[in-house]
């Protein structure tokens, strides 16, 4: 549960500083990339919380 709060935690710290940058440059494919980590990161997450509820039922 822990690593997973970490997690988030952690993508919504990229995705404040994508946001940032994206304002201060517009660099639109630096945005992109970010944004796809960010959803990998997302994704990975939930993935991990289901297995974790499968094992423990």
Do not use: P
């Amino acid at each position: 549960k822990n690593q997973s709060l970490k997690q988030l935690s952690y993508g919504i710290f990229i995705l404040l500083c994508s946001a940032f940058m994206f304002v201060e440059s517009t660099d639109f494919f630096f945005f992109m990339e970010t944004f796809c980590g960010f959803l990998i990161l997302t994704v990975n997450a939930n993935l991990n919380i289901r297995n974790q509820k499968e094992r423990l039922s």
